[in-house]
Structures are given as C-alpha cells and as structure tokens.
C-alpha cells in the first residue's frame, strides 16, 4: 500500500508539460546595450484578462514585468496582451526595446 497514492501524488506535483509553460522575449536594454532573454511564466507571470479590462481587441492575457540586467540598474518595463493561443496582440516596452 502506498505506491497508488504516492503516485497520484506526483501526478498532482509533477507539471504535465514543462515545455510550455514561458514565453521567452528577448530585449536589449537602452543604456548599456545588454541583451536580455526573458522568461515569462504563464502560471505566475501572465494573468487572464477579464471583462471590463482595458485591452486590445482579442486580448485575453496579459503580462507585465520589469526587467533588470546584469550589466547596468536601468529597468525595462513590458507590457505585452495575449490572445487566446499565447500569441501576441499587442507589447509596450519602456527602457529599452525588443530584439525580435
Ligand atoms: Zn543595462
């Protein structure tokens, strides 16, 4: 006894894909030039928009983060709306810009 359990246990721990789970966006930040990859989680980082929110046609998640690199203390803000597969509606970005 105790092997069912614990395996349903696991099955509860375990994320069922890892493979998906960021959305990675890559930045150079405006004063030093650093190209930063950022890896946002879809979990923790982006939120589902619901009605009544201010958003672009379509959008149904947002991500908002702030970005700090390694070589200076300039912060980059972005803010990027999802539509409903993670594809990207519409992105703001304030202290540096998108590599892509
Ligand atoms: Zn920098």
């Not at 890896?39 to 928009?49: F, G, N, Q």
């Amino acid at each position: 006894m105790g092997g069912f359990l614990d395996n349903l246990k696991k099955m509860f721990i375990m994320p069922a894909d890892s493979g998906s789970k960021f959305i990675t966006f890559n930045i150079i930040c405006k004063r030093c030039k650093e190209e930063i990859i950022v890896k946002a989680s879809k979990t923790s980082d982006i939120s589902k928009l619901y009605e009544g929110d201010e958003a672009p046609g379509g959008a149904e998640y947002l991500l908002r983060k702030e970005i700090l690199g390694n070589k200076c203390n300039n912060l980059v803000h972005i803010t990027v709306y999802f539509g409903s597969g993670y594809n990207v509606i519409s992105r703001e970005i304030s202290g540096g810009k998108f590599a892509d």
